[in-house]
């Protein structure tokens, strides 16, 4: 049997409204593993993440999750193909409390995490369970928007930018919880400017450039192209 | 005496005040749930209250359905026309101007009251009040009458039910959040699409139900529905668009206060709502229980 990756992505073209951004995308996720897309801010990484979830205007290519093809498929089953989407922006429920959030979304599989264990990788969770979604600090939101999808149980985890405008102390709790994830088995996706988050926690990193995949490289690589990589996003 | 007023013409009024309210308050909240997701201002809604009401005259007259059975199948005929309708032609205006879905409803509403005066004409059908309602109690102080205390009653049921789903349920809890962002809701895996078309057909089956509930009091008419809905877009601007609490509120109370404008200034009764509508819209735009955007 030849061997297929959890997602794989080949020559994807994805439009948001009139505007063409993603030019041929080649992208696979190994099951288990966490992949990093690094890349300058506008070369469509972040687009990159919202083709899969279907939320550009126009996709063509290949999109497919666990053998099945995403591209035409209705939005709101896409989910259930295993994908747990964390956006950038959050999407935190201002009107909901934490706990409806918690609870918002179906379960698309048995691997569900319970609360207990959510809250015991988010403590500061468990305390605002009744505030407000629109209440909570930048790094609550993000950790809620993680805990979220987890509750839903994904097999793949799809973040995009997770440390975008935290603090240190947060962006190194996230970084725990995403270790942690990590040995537990899950699959990862993702995109992010911080480099030096992105490396202690990757197996195999892409780089984009335009609307394209220019290159890509396990991370055992990542020292003998620190300087292309550098110049290629800027660090 | 109260203001020169007898007690007993004072609460008659009251009552007939909280009747109207009670419709006022289920047309608003039906209108006020489909605006918050789907955002349209939806004009067939004045047709969907006097389908409603149609429906239990002819399932009575025509087949010997009894009132109580009216009340539920009349709503449930109502939500069926208002999914089709969402289906059929509303869904293809989302995510076009407002406009769009205003016209389009508009135009059914004109469409379903031409057809029904088609075949029954403008005149009044009366429906009969259900016999074990049809009573008044003295109070002592005003003569009860027990249908409309009845009216009033289940009328409150039902939008506090209503409350109580969007508020306490996880279904209320997607609600709330497809109304703050339909999209992403639907990426995490909830069948939106569905959502749409059962928040529809609920708001449709509100006003169905207070259509049930006006037969025995107002005639079954073809305008019915016209007459009314214009008062219930003032009940939603003053409650504050897309507010399930001022729906029902701001619906309970222009009703009262039309009631009373009846009493002390009868020619300004049918004023009421819209100068109100207009201190509203002068002090606070968003209404009074609407959320800033």
């Known amino acids: 049997m030849r061997y297929e990756p959890l997602l794989w992505i080949e020559n994807l073209q994805g439009w948001y409204g009139e505007s063409h951004i993603l030019h041929g995308v080649n992208l696979a996720v190994p099951r288990g593993q966490t992949i990093a897309i690094l890349g300058r801010n506008g070369v469509g990484k972040t687009t990159t993440l919202r083709g899969i979830v279907g939320l550009l205007t126009r996709t063509t290519g290949s999109i497919r999750m666990n053998g099945k093809e995403l591209i035409g498929m209705p939005r709101h089953r896409i989910a259930y193909t295993g994908i747990g989407y964390v956006p950038e922006e959050r999407g935190i429920y201002a009107s909901l409390s934490v706990q409806e959030n918690l609870d918002l979304l179906p379960k698309i599989s048995n691997r569900g995490m319970s609360l207990e264990r959510i809250f015991d990788l988010f403590p500061n969770l468990k305390e605002r369970r009744r505030a407000a979604g629109g209440t909570l600090s930048g790094g609550e939101q993000q950790m809620l928007s993680i805990a979220r999808v987890l509750r839903a149980g994904p097999e793949l985890l799809v973040l995009d930018e997770p440390t975008e405008g935290l603090s240190p102390v947060v962006v190194q709790q996230i970084g725990r919880v995403l270790k942690a994830l990590k040995q537990d088995g899950l699959t990862m996706l993702l995109v992010e400017q911080n480099f030096h988050f992105a490396r202690h926690l990757a197996d195999h990193f892409y780089l984009m450039e335009e609307g394209r995949v220019v290159d890509d490289f396990p991370a055992y690589h990542l020292e003998a192209r620190l300087e292309t990589v550098s110049s290629l996003i800027g660090v | ?293």
């Open chain 2, 1 to 293: 005496m109260i203001f020169g007023v007898p007690l007993v013409a004072l609460a008659s009024q009251l009552v007939i005040g909280l009747f109207n309210g009670a419709f006022y308050a289920l047309l608003s909240l039906g209108l006020g749930v489909i605006f918050g997701l789907l955002r349209v201002v939806n004009f067939t809604h004045g047709a969907f209250y006097t389908v409603g009401a149609f429906a239990a005259f002819l399932l009575t007259t025509r087949a010997g359905f009894s009132f109580w059975a009216c009340l539920l199948m009349a709503p449930a005929i109502v939500a069926l026309l208002a999914a089709v309708l969402e289906r059929a032609l509303l869904r293809k205006l989302y995510g076009l101007d407002a406009l769009y879905g205003l016209l389009l409803t508009f135009g059914i509403a004109l469409l379903i009251e031409g057809t029904l005066q088609l075949f029954f004409g403008v005149a009044g059908q009366p429906y009969q009040v259900p016999a074990i309602l049809s009573g008044t109690s003295n109070l002592g102080f005003m003569f009860l009458p027990h249908y409309r205390a009845f009216a009033i009653g289940i009328s409150l049921l039902i939008c506090l039910l209503t409350w109580l789903v969007i508020e306490y349920t996880s279904l209320g809890a997607k609600l709330r959040a497809a109304t703050e962002n339909s999209r992403l809701l639907e990426v995490f895996g909830v069948n939106v699409p569905l959502l749409l078309t059962c928040t529809y057909a609920f708001g449709g089956a509100l006003a169905g139900f207070a259509g049930v509930v006006a037969a025995p009091v107002f005639q079954v008419s073809p305008l019915m529905g016209a007459n009314l809905i214009i008062v219930v877009f003032a009940v939603v601007i003053i409650g504050g668009l897309g507010s399930i609490t001022g729906a029902i509120v701001s619906g309970l109370m222009l009703g009262t206060l039309e009631a009373l404008a009846k009493v002390y200034w009868p020619p300004s009764a049918n004023l009421v709502p819209f100068a109100i509508m207009a201190v509203v819209l002068f002090l606070r735009p968003r209404g009074l229980f609407g959320k800033g955007e």
